[in-house]
Antibody, heavy 124, light 106 residues
C-alpha cells in the first residue's frame, strides 16, 4: 500500500522560506512523478510543481521562481522549498503521486495517491 | 494558463437524485480531464481520468463525459457518502489547473 507523509514546520514567519518533506512508503520514488499541491483554508487546489526521479522539474509560473522541489532517492523522499512567503501562502500543503493511466487512445498522469496534508501558517 | 470553470459552484440535492456537474476549459484539452472528490477534512480522491475512465474502486454510479472544452460529471442515485466537493483538473499542459470546485450539499 503506497503512502505519502508530509513533514515540516507548521508555522513560518513572513519573508522566510517554507520547507516541507514528503516521505514515500510502499513505492519507489524512481517509478513516478511526484508533486506538491496546496489548498488555502476554504479554497480550491493549486498545483505547485512536480519532480521526476532524474531530478527533472516543472513548476507553476504563478509562484514566480519562489519554488524549488528536490529529491533524495536514497531516502525515498522529495522536498518543497517556497521562499519569501507571505500570508497568501498559508495553506494545507499536500504531496501527491502523479500516477500513469491510459485507455485505448490516450495516456495521462493524475494525482492518485495523496499525503494527508500539512497545514502551514505564515505569521507576520 | 488553461482556466477551468465549474458550474454550479454549489448544488443542493437529495439521496437518490441524479446530479450533473459541468467543467469548461478555456481552450481545448482533448480528453485530458480528471475529476476528484474531496470530503471535509479529507484529501482529494481520484474518481475519473481521461474524461470518462473510472478509477478502480469508484462506484459505477459515477460517470464522466466530454471532449475538447466541455465536460460533465454525473452521479446517478446519490448516496449519503457522495456529499462532498468535486474538482475538475486539466492535465493537458502545465501548469496543471483545477476548477474552483462544486460543493454538493443535501
Amino acid at each position: 500500500q503506497v503512502q505519502l507523509q508530509e513533514s515540516g514546520p507548521g508555522l513560518v514567519k513572513s519573508s522566510e522560506t517554507l520547507s516541507l518533506t514528503c516521505t514515500i512508503s510502499g513505492d519507489s520514488i524512481s517509478s513516478n512523478y511526484w508533486s506538491w499541491i496546496r489548498q488555502p483554508p476554504g479554497k480550491g487546489l493549486e498545483w505547485l510543481g512536480y519532480i521526476y526521479y532524474s531530478g527533472s522539474t516543472k513548476y507553476n509560473p504563478s509562484l514566480k521562481s519562489r519554488v524549488t522541489i528536490s529529491i533524495d532517492t536514497s531516502k525515498n523522499q522529495f522536498s518543497l522549498k517556497l521562499s519569501s512567503v507571505t500570508a497568501a501562502d498559508t495553506a494545507v500543503y499536500f504531496c501527491a503521486r502523479l500516477g500513469e493511466y491510459s485507455n485505448s487512445w490516450y495516456g495521462i498522469r493524475a494525482f492518485d495517491i495523496w499525503g494527508q496534508g500539512t497545514m502551514v501558517t505564515v505569521s507576520s | 494558463d488553461i482556466q477551468m470553470t465549474q458550474s454550479p459552484s454549489s448544488l443542493s440535492a437529495s439521496v437518490g437524485d441524479r446530479v450533473t456537474i459541468t467543467c469548461r476549459a478555456s481552450q481545448s484539452i482533448s480528453s485530458y480531464l480528471i475529476w476528484y472528490q474531496q470530503k471535509p477534512g479529507e484529501v482529494p480522491k481520484l474518481l475519473i481520468y481521461l474524461a470518462s475512465s473510472l478509477q478502480s474502486g469508484v462506484p459505477s454510479r459515477f460517470s464522466g463525459s466530454g471532449f475538447g472544452t466541455d465536460f460533465t460529471l454525473t452521479i446517478n442515485s446519490l448516496q449519503p457518502e457522495d456529499f462532498a466537493t468535486y474538482y475538475c483538473q486539466q492535465s493537458y499542459s502545465t501548469p496543471y489547473t483545477f476548477g474552483q470546485g462544486t460543493k454538493l450539499e443535501i
